[in-house]
Nanobody
Framework: QVQLVESGGGLVQPGGSLMLSCSAS????????MGWYRQAPGKQRELVAT???????NYADSVKGRFTISRDNAKNTVYLQMNSLKPEDTAVYYC????????????????WGKGTLVTVSS
């Protein structure tokens, strides 16, 4: 019921910056979290950062101090500002939409974007 479209991936040099964005469409629940996960070759998908509809954020230890997640509830869009990028940040970044359980939404659900490739290399 929710469709996610990511943009902003690309090639950047080590130490550089990049910003990702993800817009959600379809049925949008009042209580939700949006965020970013990434998957590098040969590795499992891992959490990067999430932010709730009340702007509470959570970051993986590996990106704290370098990445900043934000969202625009009016646009149903989440952003990920990535600074001081390292080669190990290279991965496909997936946007995630998580429905938080409420009286109306009894079960928590996850929706995923198709992913956008971020390559950090000189």
């Amino acid at each position: 019921q929710v469709q996610l479209v990511e943009s902003g991936g690309g090639l950047v040099q080590p130490g550089g910056s990049l910003m990702l964005s993800c817009s959600a469409s379809g049925y949008i629940s009042g209580a939700n979290a949006m965020g970013w996960y990434r998957q590098a070759p040969g590795k499992q998908r891992e959490l990067v950062a999430t932010i709730t509809s009340r702007y509470r954020s959570n970051y993986a230890d590996s990106v704290k101090g370098r990445f900043t997640i934000s969202r625009d509830n009016a646009k149903n869009t989440v952003y990920l500002q990535m600074n001081s990028l390292k080669p190990e940040d290279t991965a496909v970044y997936y946007c995630n939409y998580h429905v938080i359980a409420t009286i109306i939404e009894a079960s928590e659900k996850d929706y995923w974007g198709k992913g956008t490739l971020v390559t950090v290399s000189s």
